[in-house]
DNA sequence: TTGACTCTGCATGAATCCATGCAGCATTGG
DNA sequence: CCAATGCTGCATGGATTCATGCAGAGTCAA
């Protein structure tokens, strides 16, 4: 076992603290494209550590700190010392050589320092600003949830294979449905839209299925109707395919959806937000066009008829 | 049940949970922080949770490990449980349940899953990606206009003491109205949704001065169909205050607008995406309720009637 | 060479974290 | 209406992590 590994140690013993670690985050870190923030706050750590006397150790727990900022400070001293080739007492030490009451002191100041969520650098946004933010941060998370298309390409690809192609929504999800089924108009020539329940619901399914339907597009956001999930059996059983977009993975209507594409609301107002289904519904609509030969075609025609009769002020 | 998690078999305890865990490849990024690569991951911890029966309290538990994906797989069991409000023990339980051997399990496998690592990416963005962080843009755009809360202040004042109060959205901004009306609705006692242009338009804004109104709010976006124009006009001429939500303050509903709030669109797919406009509108909506005293109580109330009819799943 | 000093890992008590039995509460079905 | 079931938080024993005393090794100066 290990237990000193001297060869390695002595490759850093001679060199010096600021030089040793000021190479560190420009190699380490400068990669990743926006992490300014965890950038800057290396630089802080540094300064940290700078002022102090360290000793090869110390130093060897330093530069495994700056190097691994982004998880380091969530780490227990044992793992750092894993990590650093170290035993965890010298991880201790090296907290208190700091001026830290512990380990776990200065892990929680790695965390305020290094946040890795959020960024508090003195942020007065009233609380409109709060409410779009959170709406910022839903779409970074469907940005990256993107970053695999198959799931978007398959739904396309059912939606715009179904003639005609129903789109449910209902109560709040009435808007969403409503504004894709208006653009979708524009590339599929049978688009029907379902916003409203009751009973006349299954006649509607019954007649868009007996028309050729095979597949149904679902709107399902917060909170949830009932019906929503009635409706939606009910689709199923007459032998469509439920594509929904909803807010979230564990929506109630996720057990009787075939293919689930999950998109946050913002809850910071008093209603509701739905930036980033309605932006998914659109990145859908798009996928379906990919399906649909004829697309550019109808909305080039859709143009020049709008053009003839002056229905646009552009 | 491993004594010990430096087995480094107990984690693949669970069977559907193994499979989940090998499909995980080193190169899935997308967003450009940091905590982007671990975002990326956050699909393949939907599919981990999907495949699982949840309580609500785990679905608690679930939603924060994905939205916090960043950190969170360095959190203790007693961390994550503040963050997602629930016991120490529901979130053993909820490792448990997701077929780990514990939360120490858990967490080794979130590690691996979401590792914080940012490889050396250059990573591209597809389509869907560039649309999305085009509206980022925009909603920040949004979030600066925001800082100063006197339009929306003047705006919310306007509309709520409008009884009726005429909401017109025509074509691509139909939608848009109808979500404003929707919400509109649960806190103003009358709200006309105007989304359909034509001959009737007339009567309707006629319709409602003779019942008191007072101020419109109108959502314009592109393109522009000449009917609004006209619209606003009319109603203007009929003594009403024109409120208009729009992409551009050079919009051509601007010279018929009393007060015009600009949120820009998004023009990266082929149609156009109304986020800031929605959450302008709905902005626009909690400044209402500021000035609309029982809102809050109307609010309560409908809360009341939906749980008594059973409206809700939630 | 020798002595003092410093540094480091090992071992062990203290603190914290994790897992499980138990009781209270809500929901469902009869 | 009641019983049964499942879910959740509280309390507690076991396991892990952290902090500190101790001994060996290296360094430097006399």
Redesign the pocket.
């Known amino acids: ?1 290990g ?4 060869g390695g ?1 002595a490759e850093e013993a001679g060199a010096g603290v600021g030089a040793g670690l000021g190479a560190v985050p420009g190699a380490g870190l400068g990669a990743g494209a926006g992490e300014g923030a965890a950038e800057g706050a290396s630089a802080r750590l540094l300064k940290l550590f700078e002022s102090h ?1 360290l ?6 727990i330093a530069h495994c700190l700056v190097r691994r900022s982004a998880d380091a400070p969530f ?7 894993e990590l650093a ?9 090296f ?2 050589a700091l001026g ?8 929680r100041h790695l965390r305020e320092v290094a946040p890795v969520r959020p960024g508090p650098e003195a942020a007065p946004y009233n609380e409109y600003q709060q409410a779009v933010h959170a709406e910022i941060e839903n779409l970074r998370h469907l940005a990256a949830l993107l970053a695999d298309p198959a799931p978007v390409a398959r739904a396309g690809a059912v939606l715009a294979a179904s003639r005609p192609l129903p789109v449910l929504g209902l109560r709040a999800a009435g808007a969403q449905a409503r504004g894709f089924a208006y653009f979708a108009a524009k590339v599929h020539p049978d688009v029907r839209l379902l916003d409203e329940g009751g009973t006349m619901f299954a006649d509607r399914v019954d007649g868009a299925v007996r028309a050729g339907a095979s597949a149904l597009l679902c709107f399902a956001l917060p909170r949830h109707p009932r019906e929503v999930v009635e409706a939606l059996t009910y689709a199923r059983h007459a032998g469509l395919t439920v594509v929904t977009v909803a807010d979230s993975a564990f929506a109630p209507v996720a057990a009787c959806s075939d293919l689930l594409l999950p998109a946050a609301v913002g809850t910071g107002l008093a209603f509701d937000t739905a930036c980033a289904p309605m932006l998914l519904g659109r990145v859908l609509l798009e996928s379906m066009c990919d399906h649909l030969p004829d697309a550019q075609a109808s909305l080039e025609e859709f143009d020049a008829r709008a053009a003839a009769r002056g229905l646009f002020t552009d």
Chains 1, 2 share one sequence.
């Not at 237990?3 to 001297?6: A, F, G, L, M, V």
């Not at 080739?85 to 030490?93: A, D, F, I, L, Y």
């Open positions: 076992m237990t000193t590994e001297d140690d006397r000793t090869p150790t110390q130093r060897r780490l227990s001293s044992v793992e750092v010392a080739g170290v035993s965890q007492p010298s991880v201790t030490r907290a208190v830290f009451d512990g380990y776990p002191a200065l892990r």
